[in-house]
């Protein structure tokens, strides 16, 4: 829905809005922009065309360099970035004994951090202990920044003296990848809000799962929806173990042909209706009330009373939630009443009314009264009118308690705790990126492509979107030496030859920068190329000699 400001609609430098959306704008004007440190524009709506989306663009195809023969390049899983010497089809390297280099931007090769590699951990145990050995799961935290959830205008001018202007917070994406006959395939994405002791209520010590998507690739398919449950339970346990008390889920599926996080779905694959995704997450909780991880769970509604909420300002207050919306309808339908039942202060003055100004001075103190006392009571007016809201959504909001106590557990930040990456900063930008770039995941194929294509992204950045600090010298390090055994231990490479020497295996990274710059981006793979020329020649004398005859 854009009837905000929006910066998420550019894509092959044309602003594009569909039908819904563009009459779903109120006013006569449209703000766009795709620069986020610029002001938005005001564009007349009469400046937009009505155009058809009926523009089919045919697949790219690539060449094999040594056969000639033609392939998809989405099928062929070909980057030219990656290798740049050209596309060299399965069948000519089986023929002629080719050998190149392998793919170094796998998932695998991505930094990882102490929740990637518990969430990583807890899934492929699971796997393991149900015999799936062939089956194994890579889980990466792509992005980790603070954000501030801005508290809207009608709500601050609601409560002027109470509400605070902000709720400070840091949003995580979560992404979890498989193997699939050689290549990495991404499955499930997540993105998370995590409000810290350090937050002002309601909003202290809660995490909010804003996002959780899947696409239907992971195998085997009997434990699919296992390893989804292991992902989120992972989480909570994670979380939990970091002081948080309480974690907030909006089980809402997607309207169909909407997309969460993941662009374009399998057509096949199922969309659950809101009950079944509600029994989802009830089951997932249950598991996790079993492992002694979640203490209960409840319904936003049972919640409220149960904590005897007073006033609007004791609802949990979460970035892209449906309450903060909802709220401020609200206060727009109140105060438009509230103006209705004003008296027109422009009548005309009666110049046979003896005291007229003192009456009108003396109505309009009674108006101030009036309007102050009707504020009092419309705060219990509105509290109840999202009450009754509540009261007819409260099953799609899961509200977790996650400890008895609340100094159970202290806060517990990450030594590697930011990682910058603008495509994967937020949904919405991760979401457009790939629609601009077409990277879909409506079939298995082209999964695996864009998947391909996205971790080249991610290894490439022009900025460093990872930062490494020395576990000894708490100094930040290029070059660091990643211990294969302890959780997201690294050294930097004066403290891994200092004596004693660390107890386990140490295995030499570097940053992606670094690694740019020692193997340059046109760096050519693993090819003989003597061997390729005299293939080359050989098959071009085949090709002659064939029309000689």
């Not at 002001?39 to 663009?57: G, M, Y």
């Not at 395939?185 to 409000?195: D, P, S």
């Not at 909407?258 to 009950?275: C, V």
């Not at 892209?320 to 909802?326: E, I, L």
């Given at each position: 829905n854009n009837s905000e400001p929006s910066r998420f609609n550019l894509s092959n430098d044309k602003y594009t809005f569909c039908t819904t959306c563009f009459n779903s704008v109120q006013s006569n004007s449209i703000f766009i922009g795709d620069d986020p440190t610029q002001?938005?524009?005001?564009?007349?709506?009469?400046?937009?065309?009505?155009?058809?989306?009926?523009?089919?663009?045919?697949?790219?195809m690539i060449d094999c360099i040594v056969c000639t023969r033609r392939w998809h390049q989405v099928c062929a899983l070909h980057l030219d970035q990656i290798w740049p010497e050209g596309f060299i089809c399965n069948t000519c390297i089986h023929q002629y004994n080719i050998k190149r280099k392998e793919n170094r931007y796998i998932a695998s090769e991505l930094p990882v951090n102490n929740l990637s590699i518990q969430l990583e951990k807890r899934v492929n145990n699971f796997l393991h202990n149900h015999n799936c050995q062939t089956s194994h799961v890579i889980i990466r935290i792509l992005s980790v920044s603070d954000k501030i959830c801005k508290v809207k205008p009608n709500l601050k001018k609601y409560y002027p003296c109470q509400a605070v202007n902000g709720y400070p917070y840091q949003t995580k994406a979560i992404f979890a990848f498989q193997e699939i006959d050689g290549v990495d395939?991404?499955?499930?994405?997540?993105?998370?809000?995590?409000?810290d002791e350090h937050c002002p209520a309601p909003n202290t010590r809660r995490v909010y799962i804003s996002y959780f998507d899947t696409v239907h690739f992971f195998q085997p398919k009997i434990y699919r929806t296992d390893v989804y449950h292991e992902i989120l339970i992972g989480y909570l346990d994670y979380v939990k173990q970091h002081g948080y008390m309480y974690?907030?889920?909006?089980?809402?599926?997607?309207?169909?042909?909407?997309?969460?996080?993941?662009?374009?779905?399998?057509?096949?694959?199922?969309?659950?209706?809101?009950?079944?995704?509600?029994?989802?997450?009830k089951k997932m909780l249950n598991k996790?009330?079993?492992?002694?991880?979640?203490?209960?769970?409840?319904?936003i509604m049972q919640d409220c009373l149960d904590n005897q909420v007073q006033t609007i300002l004791?609802?949990?207050?979460?970035?892209?939630?449906?309450?903060?919306?909802?709220?401020e309808n609200y206060i727009e339908?109140?105060?438009?009443?509230?103006?209705?039942?004003?008296?027109?202060?422009?009548?005309?003055?009666?110049?046979?009314?003896?005291?007229?100004?003192?009456?009108?001075?003396?109505?309009?103190?009674?108006k101030r009264l009036k309007k102050t006392a009707d504020r009092m009571s419309n705060s219990s007016y509105l509290l109840s009118t999202i009450f009754s809201a509540m009261e007819k959504y409260k099953e799609t909001f899961f509200v977790i308690r996650l400890h008895n106590e609340i100094t159970s557990y202290p806060t517990f930040h990450d030594i590697n705790a930011v990682i910058q990456c603008d495509i994967m900063n937020t949904r919405n930008i991760f979401l457009s990126f790939v629609c601009q770039k077409n990277y879909e995941f409506s079939s298995l194929r082209r999964a695996k492509f864009s998947t391909i294509s996205l971790l080249y992204e991610l290894h490439t950045s022009t900025t460093d979107i990872f930062t490494y600090y020395c576990n000894a010298c708490r100094q930040q390090c290029d070059i660091y030496y990643h211990c294969t055994v302890c959780e997201d231990f690294d050294l930097c490479q004066k403290c891994y030859n200092m004596e004693p020497k660390h107890e386990h295996k140490m295995k030499r990274s570097m940053s992606s920068i670094?690694?740019?710059s020692q193997y340059g981006k046109h760096n050519s793979l693993n090819v003989d190329d003597k061997s390729i020329t005299?293939?080359?020649?050989?098959?071009?004398?085949?090709?002659i000699n064939a029309t000689l005859y």
């Open positions: 002001t938005l524009i005001e564009i007349p709506k009469s400046l937009f065309l009505l155009a058809k989306n009926d523009i089919k663009e045919l697949e790219t395939v991404i499955f499930c994405g997540m993105y998370v809000q995590e409000y974690a907030h889920i909006w089980a809402c599926p997607a309207h169909e042909n909407l997309d969460y996080i993941f662009h374009r779905h399998p057509s096949e694959q199922r969309m659950p209706t809101l009950k079944r995704i509600q029994n989802w997450c996790a009330i079993a492992e002694r991880i979640v203490i209960s769970y409840k319904d004791d609802i949990p207050y979460f970035d892209g939630d449906f309450w903060p919306y909802m709220i339908q109140i105060e438009k009443e509230e103006y209705e039942e004003l008296d027109n202060p422009f009548e005309s003055e009666n110049s046979t009314n003896i005291s007229s100004k003192r009456k009108s001075a003396s109505t309009d103190e009674n670094v690694r740019e005299s293939i080359l020649c050989k098959i071009t004398k085949m090709k």
